[in-house]
Nanobody
Framework: QIQLVESGGELVQAGGSLRLSCAVS????????MAWFRQAPGKERDFVAA????????DYADSVKGRFTISRDNAKNTVYLQMNSLKAEDTAVYYC????????????????????WGQGTQVTVSS
């Protein structure tokens, strides 16, 4: 059974930090490019960050560049999102996504290559 389980979301004050985790099972994690997306109330799901299979390539939405860092630990089948200098506009449900890729350097900001999704974790930033 394929599972992506996010954790780490909570209520935090503006300017604070959080680290989200996504534990993956049922997939060959090292063959997956991984990403984080988020969805605020009444809005579409937006790309946040992505990391390639090897971890060597990353990509970020302009709105989070310099504040968020995506990383992965292939030994633990886990991807992380370190979020610093949080703003009220970062409030959303954050989703982890996985997509198999034969290209170790491939990353994508498009949701379509990501076949597997977690249930999401709520991040609320109070101003």
């Amino acid at each position: 059974q394929i599972q992506l389980v996010e954790s780490g979301g909570e209520l935090v004050q503006a300017g604070g930090s959080l680290r989200l985790s996504c534990a993956v099972s049922g997939l060959t994690f090292s063959w997956c490019c991984m990403a984080w997306f988020r969805q605020a109330p009444g809005k579409e799901r937006d790309f946040v960050a992505a990391v390639s299979r090897s971890g060597g390539n990353t990509d970020y939405a302009d709105s989070v560049k310099g504040r968020f860092t995506i990383s992965r630990d292939n030994a633990k089948n886990t991807v992380y999102l370190q979020m610093n200098s949080l703003k009220a506009e970062d409030t959303a449900v954050y989703y982890c996504a996985a997509g198999s890729s034969s290209d170790p350097g491939l990353i994508s900001s498009d949701y379509r290559p990501y076949r597997y999704w977690g249930q999401g974790t709520q991040v609320t930033v109070s101003s």
